[in-house]
């Protein structure tokens, strides 16, 4: 603990907002694996120029490295955005998406089991009764 400065994680519970991944959340996953000392101005521009997508729109927007040891997400939540980087401590992401697109929407059932390192290939989930 530097200066005082104390981590605390709030929940809802508490009455403080968090960025929550529901039916109807937006996910976008980039092809390319990009260099992951990348922050929150080079992915804001990556979005724009190379996926020609709106970071403003409140997508979660999925990056990987060429090891494919971690994941990095930004999403824009009214306010201000939010980098959110997530490295595997053994081994590397389990899949991937290859596409020739620049980027593939991805639902939000398999962006959950992107975050924990699933394959969506090989989990058969039950089809949505209607299109939300």
Known sequence: MRHGIRAT??????????????AQTKSFVAIDPI???????????????TL????????I??????RRCGIKFLVYDGQGFWL????????????WPSSPEDAIELDPKNLLLLLYNGDPGTVNFQSNWREI
């Open 84 to 95: 959110m980087h997530k490295r595997l401590s053994r081994g590397k992401l389990s899949w």
């Open 61 to 66: 927007f999925s990056f990987t490295n060429i």
């Open 9 to 22: 994680v709030w929940n809802k519970v508490e009455g403080v907002a968090m960025i929550q991944i529901t």
């Open 35 to 49: 260099d992951f000392r990348c922050g929150i101005d080079s992915l804001y521009g990556l979005i724009k120029e």
């Open 52 to 59: 020609k997508l709106d970071p403003y729109s409140g997508a």
